[in-house]
């Protein structure tokens, strides 16, 4: 059948159902008025997470890289099975590349305790983007005032947009690292990854990507992005908490020393001295989390099984009618979120404080975050004690952000008139 | 999600919005004898209280500060009440309403303090709201704060 110029069809309607996907999310069944509209927070947990997780539990638990008997070399199996899935889905080269630790936080601490002393003197600059989570900003503060460093903030513009020249400006024959957000927690904004990674390589500085928030909706391939480190928490892409993956360019974690140690990071030890593992077990100290990985291993399966340009696309054209609908409310302030904003719309209600606004949402059954989203100097630069937050996850469509604005609504009648 | 089961009219009564527009005593002392500040991390909300204390009478007492409806009004109401109160009676009214709104044991309002705890009323639609208790409770915080620190200006946190 030939296509009807008159008819375009968006490819994410495409066999995209988020109302059927929704079946899938068990807490949706328990609370089904819920709109939930925290996802950038933690995402909920697919019923193919829950379940397997247990089962791991039921049929292939044991510690892992220990046991001789078969019931542990099959939990070793299912461990590094996962991170085989986390490989492929980052595309990194190498799974040795991939190390297992506790969230995104947890690996940003990594680098900056053991390369950060290793690598950075008195002196040196390490860049961030002024729409850093305090998890991607409190560490590089601690490291500078550790070494003598001193923590450059790159901004962004008033569209919302990174600020690319003025980035630029700011490095110098000292900059050895620079620690960016792949998509902002509060303002949605996307930044030019691939761009700041050939900058910063230019001056010879390392690259640390936050892709917490880009990692559930969009296609990440770290060796096209190019950067050095990549890192991402597990319960943010449908899968459980405690998890998160370091991923680090082979080179790099190999010249970087020993962070936590204790037992399954050795390769042998006498009182006089320990020697270390490679990478990736040189940084995962102690018994992990082997259900967790394992959890987020069929996160990520799940993913894959949605699609994750399919994901992309209608999270992203969500978040445009999130926008939209938005703003046509008066007394609502939208802040800005770039060109290619993704899946994440804070506002404030004039006059309304943002936990009042909270309050009347969740009355109405509609889970938003509210507050400073532990980014308090963006609250400062915006001017602003807090926002409103609303977040998307493949489980939202158009019917929620309805029942937002509604809410919204309800909340300007109430507080405004 | 909701699981107060509560009307938001119960908890955004028309005195608390009505106090949270219009904030009364909403300025510095010029010459407090006591002052604190009150800090919650979780929301940001901040609030200076003053006072002008004369013996053991709280002659005058006002606020300052960015936050919520409920806080906001919570403040609001406390300067209210409490001016022209003795510190014991200050401090009788406090442990009421804190009692009250944290569901604890309120025990007994004397006669002579009942028509001030019934200002307060309003504020207890917080309890069935427990985000929230935080919010009332801040100011009342800040002014014992203040009582303790005179002016050297200590600031409490929310637990």
């Not at chain 1, 379940?51 to 299912?78: K, M, Q, W």
């Not at chain 2, 909300?45 to 204390?53: C, G, K």
């Amino acid at each position: 059948m030939a296509a009807s110029p008159l008819r375009i069809e968006r490819p994410a309607a495409r066999g995209f159902d988020p109302r059927a996907l929704r079946g899938e999310f068990p807490i949706f069944t328990t609370h089904p008025e819920l709109v939930f509209l925290d996802s950038g927070a933690s995402a909920q947990k697919p019923r193919s997470v829950i379940d397997g997780i247990a089962e791991f539990y039921r049929s292939d638990y044991a510690n892992v890289h220990r046991g001789v008997y078969s019931l542990s070399a099959r939990s070793t199996d299912r461990f590094e099975e996962a991170r085989e899935k986390v490989r492929a889905f980052l595309n990194a080269a190498d799974e040795r590349e991939i190390v297992f630790v506790r969230g995104a936080t947890e690996a940003i601490n990594l680098v900056a305790q053991s390369w950060g002393p290793a690598y950075l003197k008195a002196g040196d600059e390490i860049v961030i983007s002024d729409v850093e989570h305090h998890s991607n900003l409190v560490p590089w503060q601690m490291l500078c005032e550790h070494v003598g460093a001193r923590l450059v903030v790159a901004p962004t513009d008033a569209t919302g947009e990174f600020d690319l020249a003025a980035f630029e400006a700011l490095l110098t024959p000292r900059t050895r690292l620079v620690a960016v957000t792949h998509i902002s927690n509060v303002t949605g904004t996307q930044l030019p990854i691939e761009r700041i990674v050939q900058l910063a390589h230019a001056k010879g500085a390392k690259v640390l990507v936050d892709g917490c928030q880009a990692v559930p909706r969009m296609p990440v391939d770290v060796q096209a992005l190019g950067c050095d480190f990549y890192v991402f928490s597990g319960h943010k892409v449908y899968g459980p908490t405690g998890t998160g993956v370091l991923y680090g360019r082979y080179d790099a974690l190999d010249s970087m020393p020993a962070w936590q140690t204790g037992g399954g990071m050795i390769s042998s030890v006498e009182y006089a001295e320990t020697t270390f593992l490679e990478p990736p077990h040189r940084f995962e100290a102690g018994t992990p989390d082997i259900a967790g990985a394992v959890g987020l291993g069929l996160a990520l399966d799940f993913i894959e099984g949605v699609g994750r340009e399919a994901i992309s696309e209608h999270e992203q054209a969500l978040t445009g009618y999130a926008v939209d609908k938005l703003s046509r409310i008066p007394d609502v302030q939208v802040v800005p979120g770039g060109q290619h904003r993704l899946s994440v719309v804070s506002f404030n209600v004039d006059g309304v404080h943002p936990h009042d606004v909270g309050t009347v949402l969740d009355q109405h059954n509609v889970a938003v975050r509210v507050g400073h989203h532990c980014a308090q100097p963006l609250m400062d630069k915006l001017g602003v004690a807090g926002t409103v937050r609303a977040s998307l996850g493949v489980y939202n469509d158009e019917a929620d952000i309805d029942r937002l604005a509604a809410a919204v609504e309800a909340c300007r009648e109430m507080f405004v008139r | 999600m909701s699981d107060s089961g509560m009307d938001l009219r119960e908890l955004y009564q028309d005195i608390i919005l009505d106090h949270g527009r219009h904030p009364r005593n909403f300025r510095a002392l010029e010459h407090p004898t006591h002052l604190a500040r009150g800090h919650n991390p979780l929301c940001g909300d901040r609030v200076t209280v003053y006072l002008a204390v004369e013996g053991d009478r709280i002659a005058d007492v006002s606020f300052e500060g960015r936050g919520c409806a409920i806080s906001t009004a919570a403040a609001s109401l406390m300067t209210e009440v409490l001016k022209g109160k003795t510190i014991d009676e200050a401090r009788a009214l406090f442990a009421q309403f804190h009692a009250t709104v944290t569901g604890g044991e309120a025990g007994e309002t004397s006669e002579a303090l009942r028509d001030d705890f019934e200002r307060l009323e309003p504020l207890t639609g917080v309890k069935a709201f427990p985000v929230r208790v935080k919010c009332a409770t801040l100011p009342w915080h800040a002014f014992e704060a203040a009582l303790k620190s005179g002016l050297a200006g200590d600031t409490v946190k929310t637990e």
